[in-house]
C-alpha cells in the first residue's frame, strides 16, 4: 500500500466517524422536537380553557362591581335625603321644642322657689382650688366699683 492508500483510508474513517457523530447528534435532536412539539401541544390544550375560565371570571367580576357601583350610588342619594330630611326636621322642631325645654325649666324653678325655703349663707368665703392655686370666688369691691381693671 502506497502512502496515498493510508491517507485515502484514514480520511474516509475520520469521515465515517463524523457522519456517525453528527448521525446521534440529529437523531437526539429529532428526539428533542418530537418532545418539545407534544409538550407545546399539551399546554394548548390546558391553556384554552384556562384563558376561557379566565375570561369568564373577569366579566362577572365586571358584573358584581357594575352591582357595587350602582348600590354606592343608591346609598349615597339616601344619605343625602336623610341629611335633607334631618336639616329640616331640626329646623321645623328645633326651635319649638328649645322654647318648650326653656319654659319647662323656667316654671320647675318658679315652683321650686316657692316651696323650697332660702338656704342660709355660708359664713365663711367660697374659694375655688384651679391647679394647686386657691383663688377667691368674688372680687373685692371698692366704692361701688369692681376692683377689676384698677390699678392699686
Known amino acids: 500500500m502506497s ?3 493510508v491517507a485515502g483510508i484514514l480520511v474516509a474513517v475520520f469521515w465515517a466517524i463524523l457522519v456517525s457523530f453528527l448521525a446521534v ?4 435532536l429529532a428526539q428533542t422536537l418530537r418532545a ?4 407545546v401541544a399539551d399546554v394548548t390544550e390546558q ?16 358584573t358584581q362591581l357594575d352591582k357595587v357601583d350602582a348600590i354606592a350610588s343608591d346609598v349615597q342619594e339616601v344619605t343625602s335625603n ?11 322642631f328645633g326651635g319649638p321644642l328649645v322654647k318648650v325645654a326653656a319654659f319647662g325649666y323656667g316654671v320647675r324653678q318658679a315652683l321650686g322657689r316657692r316651696t323650697a325655703p332660702e338656704p342660709e349663707p355660708d359664713p ?3 374659694r375655688t382650688v384651679i391647679v394647686g392655686r386657691t383663688v377667691p370666688s368674688a372680687r373685692r369691691k371698692r366704692n361701688g366699683r369692681s376692683s377689676r381693671g384698677q390699678k392699686d
Open 3 to 5: 502512502g496515498g492508500e
Open 25 to 28: 447528534v440529529l437523531v437526539r
Open 36 to 39: 418539545t412539539t407534544a409538550l
Open 47 to 62: 391553556a384554552v380553557p384556562l384563558l376561557a375560565d379566565a375570561s369568564a371570571t373577569l366579566r362577572s367580576a365586571q
Open 82 to 92: 336623610a341629611s335633607a330630611l334631618s336639616t329640616t326636621v331640626a329646623s321645623t
Open 124 to 126: 365663711r368665703p367660697r
